[in-house]
């Protein structure tokens, strides 16, 4: 059997497997991201917990290795177009290349929300479909559309960044890109958490104890949450709009908050969607942890990029 190598870079946190075919991850491991440190800690990182990997599986033959990273990577060049500041120094990194010549085996790289979506599309709830648009929701607001397997990553690799078309509810906010009225400074994380502050709430500790006040009474904290909700879901209706996907799959750390949010999202989206689309499936993602690993190994073994990869 011939096993790739997976690898979830994120921010805080890079995890990575080794990936049977069919997209079984039969071990795991991972350490904190050396963001502060820079980019050279960070590939050194993944080169050691790819080795460590390999080394647990002796006689083992591994095709390559796939790498979904924070930030914009190109997919053609393998280097990372832009990122910020969570990763300090990471823009211009020549990810692919790096990691190649080290490992001593071919090497793929994609964005990690654009590794989840072909995971999840690929391996995942959307196994078996043809038009697959994935959202992931949580700190930021981000996915992709993934069709027969293969993910769409547009001209710079940049496609999916959903969180970044206007909504009316984000109206005057500023963005984290720069610009205003974004849906990702409404619906995100962080928004709901800021928008409850904005509108008086005493300072909680994070997003999560916003949904506990919620179902505790408070009508602020389910105020801003079903705004945040709504905004998401007249979003994912206008997409399925635009692209009338056999299946929608919503992840993300706000899509495991519960029902009062996943169901605000839901009637929206259908409330949005033309007549003919309202009845499009939405379902949540189904590999949990294991998604961009899954979807970053699966980048070796199958075309689920457009783009060639350098052998
Ligand atoms: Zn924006």
Redesign the pocket.
């Known amino acids: 059997m011939t096993f790739t190598l997976g690898v979830d870079l994120g921010g805080t946190k890079i995890a990575a497997g080794l990936v049977a075919p069919g997209g079984v991850v039969t071990r795991r491991m991972s350490a904190p991201t050396p963001a502060a440190e820079g980019p050279e800690a960070i590939l050194q990182t993944i080169v050691d917990l790819a080795t460590s990997l390999t080394d647990h599986a002796p006689g083992t033959v591994i095709a390559g290795c796939g790498i979904g990273a924070a930030g914009v990577i190109d997919p053609v060049s393998r280097t990372v177009q832009f990122a910020t500041n969570s990763l300090p120094g990471w823009t211009g990194t020549r990810l692919g290349a790096e990691i190649e010549r080290r490992l001593g085996m071919p090497v793929a790289t994609v964005n990690d929300v654009h590794a989840h979506a072909i995971g999840e599309a690929v391996h995942g709830a959307g196994r078996g479909e043809r038009t697959v648009l994935v959202i992931a929701a949580g700190t930021g607001i981000g996915g992709a559309l993934v069709v027969d397997g293969v993910l769409q990553a547009g001209r710079h690799g940049a496609a999916g960044h959903y969180?970044?078309v206007p909504a009316a509810e984000a109206a005057g906010l500023a963005?984290?890109?720069?610009?205003t009225g974004?849906l990702?400074?409404i619906a995100s994380g962080p928004a709901i958490l800021q928008a409850y502050l904005r509108r008086g709430g005493s300072e909680p500790g994070d997003t999560q104890e916003i949904f506990a006040r919620a179902d505790a009474g408070d009508d602020v904290a389910a105020e801003v949450i079903n705004i945040a909700a709504t905004a998401l879901g007249r979003s994912i209706g206008g997409l399925i709009n635009s692209v009338d996907p056999d299946l929608v799959i919503v992840g993300g750390g706000l899509a495991a908050a519960g029902p009062r949010w996943w169901n605000t999202v839901e009637s929206h989206a259908r409330a949005e969607a033309m007549g003919l689309l309202a009845g499009c499936r939405i379902v949540p993602t189904s590999l949990g942890a294991d998604s961009a690993i899954v979807g970053a190994a699966s980048l070796i073994t199958t075309t689920t990029l457009l783009a060639p990869i350098t052998l």
């Open positions: 969180g970044h963005c984290t890109c720069g610009g974004h990702e400074v």
